[in-house]
C-alpha cells in the first residue's frame, strides 16, 4: 500500500507538504498543488480517512438516529439521507433506537468517537457538543434550531374533511406512545379538527410502536370500545394490525369498522382491503434534513431553518362513502 512518504518522493516535495494539501492545513502553491495531485494519481493514492479525522476533528460520516427500523417510513427516511450524502462523499451511521432512550447516550459516544461531521435525528437528544451540526426530522422540537417536518396540521384536515364524506357514529383517535411527542402532536391536531367540526370521539394512547404492543393494543381497543365503527390510527402499521384484527372478529371494513392510517408505508396497499391513509413524503424528508445538514457543515447560507412539507390523503377503500 502507497503511503505519504513515496508520494512526497514521487512529488519532489516533503512529507509535510502533502499534509497541508491532503488535509487542507495550510499553503501549497498552485504549481505545488498540481504536482502532488499528479503523483497520488500515478500511485492511486488513497489518504487514511482516520488519519485525517483525528487531525481535522471530522469525517466524512454522518450519524442517523431512527425510533424504529422495523416500521417501513424509517427505512425510507434513510435512503433519501443516504442518497443525498452519497454523491458528496459522505457516509451514514444509522442507530436504531428500537424506542429504547438509553441507547442514545451510546450512538451518541460512537459518533463523536468517530468524529461525525453532523447528526440528522428522528428521535429525543440530550445536549450534545455545540459544534455538532444537527437537524431534527419527523419531530417538532422546540430547543432545536433546525427541523424538518410534515404539516400535521394540514394532515388533520384532510383525514376530518374525508370523514365527512362517509357516514359515522363511534369515533376513537389512538395517540402515539408517551415518548413521542410527534405522534401526539398528530393526534392533537386531529382531536382540534374533530372538536372544530363537532365531531365527539374516544381517545386511546399506544403503549408503543413496536409490532408485538401494536398487536397487543389492536385486541384491547375492540374490548375498550365494541361499538366502535370509525378508527383514526397512530400510523399504518397499526392501522393494518387493526385490520387484521377487526376481520379476525368478524367486523367487515369498512362495513362495520372504518379505519384510516398515517405515513403511507409500502404495504398499505397490499391490504384487503388497502388502507386509506395520509402520505408523508418520508424519502423527500430525508433528503431535505440531508440538505440542510450539508449547508451546516460547509458553513453556506440556510434561508429557511424549519421547513414543512406537505402532505397528501391516499383515499382508496378503507373508508365507506355516504350514503
Same mark, same amino acid.
Given at each position: 500500500?502507497?503511503?505519504?512518504?513515496?508520494?512526497?518522493?514521487?512529488?519532489?516535495?516533503?512529507?509535510?507538504?502533502?499534509s497541508? /494539501?491532503?488535509?487542507?492545513?495550510? /499553503?501549497?502553491?498552485?504549481?505545488?498543488?498540481?504536482?502532488?495531485?499528479?503523483?497520488?494519481?500515478?500511485?492511486?493514492?488513497?489518504?487514511?480517512?482516520?488519519?485525517?479525522?483525528?487531525?481535522?476533528?471530522?469525517?466524512?460520516?454522518?450519524?442517523?438516529?431512527?425510533? #424504529?427500523?422495523?416500521? @417501513?417510513?424509517?427505512p425510507?427516511?434513510?435512503?433519501?439521507? &443516504?442518497?443525498?450524502? /452519497?454523491?458528496?462523499?459522505?457516509?451514514?451511521?444509522?442507530?436504531?433506537?428500537?424506542? #429504547?432512550?438509553?441507547?442514545?447516550a451510546s450512538?451518541?459516544q460512537?459518533?463523536?468517537?468517530?468524529?461525525?461531521?453532523?447528526?440528522?435525528?428522528?428521535?429525543?437528544l @440530550?445536549k450534545?457538543? &455545540?459544534?455538532?451540526?444537527?437537524?431534527?426530522?419527523?419531530?417538532?422540537?422546540?430547543?432545536?434550531?433546525?427541523?424538518?417536518?410534515a404539516?400535521?396540521?394540514?394532515?388533520a384536515?384532510?383525514?376530518?374533511?374525508?370523514?365527512?364524506?362517509?357516514?359515522?357514529?363511534?369515533?376513537?383517535?389512538?395517540?402515539? @406512545?408517551k415518548?413521542?411527542?410527534?405522534?401526539?402532536?398528530?393526534?392533537?391536531?386531529?382531536?382540534?379538527?374533530? #372538536?372544530?367540526?363537532?365531531?365527539?370521539?374516544?381517545?386511546?394512547a399506544?403503549?408503543?410502536?413496536?409490532?408485538?404492543?401494536?398487536?397487543h393494543?389492536?385486541?384491547?381497543?375492540?374490548?375498550l370500545?365494541?361499538?366502535?365503527?370509525?378508527?383514526?390510527?397512530?400510523?399504518?402499521?397499526?392501522?393494518?394490525?387493526?385490520?387484521?384484527k377487526?376481520?379476525?372478529?368478524?367486523?367487515?371494513?369498512?362495513?362495520?369498522?372504518?379505519i384510516?392510517?398515517?405515513?403511507?408505508?409500502?404495504?398499505?396497499?397490499?391490504?384487503?382491503?388497502?388502507?386509506?391513509?395520509?402520505?408523508?413524503?418520508? /424519502?423527500?424528508?430525508?433528503q431535505t434534513?440531508?440538505?440542510?445538514?450539508?449547508?451546516?457543515?460547509?458553513?453556506?447560507?440556510?434561508?429557511?431553518?424549519?421547513?414543512?412539507?406537505?402532505? &397528501?390523503?391516499?383515499s382508496?377503500d378503507?373508508?365507506?362513502?355516504?350514503g
Open positions: 500500500m502507497v503511503n505519504i512518504k513515496e508520494v512526497a518522493k514521487r512529488a519532489q516535495v516533503s512529507p509535510a507538504t502533502i497541508r /494539501y491532503i488535509n487542507n492545513s495550510g /499553503y501549497v502553491s498552485g504549481k505545488t498543488s498540481k504536482k502532488v495531485e499528479k503523483a497520488i494519481q500515478e500511485l492511486n493514492y488513497v489518504p487514511n480517512e482516520v488519519a485525517r479525522s483525528l487531525f481535522q476533528k471530522k469525517s466524512k460520516l454522518i450519524g442517523f438516529l431512527l425510533p #424504529d427500523m422495523g416500521n @417501513p417510513f424509517f425510507l427516511m434513510a435512503q433519501g439521507i &443516504e442518497d443525498y450524502f /452519497y454523491p458528496h462523499g459522505y457516509h451514514v451511521i444509522t442507530g436504531n433506537i428500537h424506542e #429504547d432512550q438509553t441507547k442514545v450512538y451518541l460512537t459518533f463523536q468517537q468517530n468524529f461525525v461531521a453532523g447528526i440528522i435525528s428522528a428521535v429525543h @440530550p450534545i457538543a &455545540e459544534n455538532t451540526p444537527v437537524v431534527v426530522i419527523n419531530r417538532s422540537d422546540e430547543d432545536s434550531l433546525y427541523q424538518v417536518k404539516d400535521y396540521k394540514q394532515a384536515k384532510l383525514m376530518i374533511d374525508e370523514l365527512k364524506q362517509t357516514s359515522f357514529e363511534d369515533v376513537v383517535v389512538i395517540s402515539g @406512545p415518548s413521542l411527542e410527534v405522534a401526539n402532536i398528530r393526534s392533537s391536531y386531529i382531536h382540534d379538527a374533530l #372538536d372544530k367540526e363537532g365531531i365527539s370521539y374516544h381517545t386511546m399506544s403503549q408503543s410502536f413496536l409490532l408485538k404492543d401494536v398487536m393494543s389492536a385486541g384491547r381497543l375492540f374490548e370500545y365494541p361499538h366502535i365503527d370509525t378508527i383514526f390510527a397512530a400510523n399504518d402499521l397499526q392501522a393494518m394490525m387493526l385490520i387484521q377487526a376481520q379476525y372478529l368478524g367486523y367487515r371494513v369498512p362495513k362495520d369498522i372504518q384510516i392510517g398515517f405515513d403511507d408505508i409500502p404495504f398499505s396497499e397490499l391490504t384487503v382491503p388497502k388502507l386509506t391513509t395520509i402520505k408523508q413524503p418520508a /424519502y423527500e424528508m430525508g434534513a440531508a440538505k440542510m445538514l450539508h449547508q451546516l457543515i460547509t458553513d453556506e447560507i440556510i434561508t429557511e431553518n424549519v421547513v414543512t412539507l406537505p402532505v &397528501e390523503l391516499m382508496r378503507t373508508l365507506r362513502k355516504k
